[in-house]
């Protein structure tokens, strides 16, 4: 049941990366949302937390920007709107579905956050994690999407992989050092 649901829910959002309104363009689904789900499979273990709950937080982690760019600035606010939406369509268990919500109100470290659950932290240095991981997308963004000049592009994602970085708890920042170094070098 938890397998056609997350099928189905994948195809809700992929639907929403490949529409016209998602100012993000397609690569969203390909090279953060898809790799966002492959990093919390890697770091449930370190973190203590439910793979399941923190799987599907990372589908829907940024569903409400993609959706409605208005969205953008408190999409950890609507996140958890939208994703109780989708879960109670699917019968998915109330419990699960706090669970859920929990982790994408507390994803962005730009935010500051409180209380986060094992969900929430694991959710949120897979974020920050993709982003080292992707930085030809972060260049993409700079120099196509913002339309960037050379050096604004380049000190852009700089410090977009530098805030990255911190976000990252100390065993996660060793997975990807060499990564971030290089990164850095070239930029
Ligand atoms: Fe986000
Ligand atoms: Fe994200």
Same mark, same amino acid.
């Given at each position: 049941?938890?397998?056609?649901?997350?099928e189905n829910i994948e195809q809700i959002v992929e639907q929403a990366c490949a529409a016209d309104t998602n100012i993000f363009g397609y690569d969203i689904w390909t090279h953060h949302i898809l790799? =966002?789900?492959?990093?919390?499979?890697r770091l449930a273990s370190h973190f203590d937390a439910d793979p399941e709950i923190v799987e599907l937080a990372a589908l829907l982690h940024d569903y409400a920007s993609i959706k409605d760019k208005a969205l953008y600035a408190d999409h950890h606010i609507h996140g958890p709107i939208e994703a109780e939406k989708l879960l109670k369509r699917f019968?998915?268990?109330e419990e699960k579905t706090e669970a859920v919500k929990d982790a994408i109100a507390t994803h962005r470290a730009?935010?500051? =956050?409180?209380?986060r659950s094992a969900e929430g932290a694991c959710l949120a240095n897979a974020d920050a994690m993709s982003h080292i991981e992707q930085v030809p997308s972060l260049l993409y963004l700079a120099y196509?999407?913002?339309e960037?000049?050379?050096?604004e592009g380049k000190m852009w994602v700089k410090a977009k992989l530098q805030r990255s970085w911190q976000k990252l708890r100390e065993d996660v920042q060793d997975l990807v050092r060499d990564k971030y170094e290089a990164a850095l070098k070239v930029l």
């Open positions: 049941m938890i397998e056609t649901m997350r790799k =966002v789900i492959e990093n919390t499979e019968g998915y268990p730009s935010v500051t =956050v409180e209380h196509i999407h913002h960037m000049g050379i050096d």
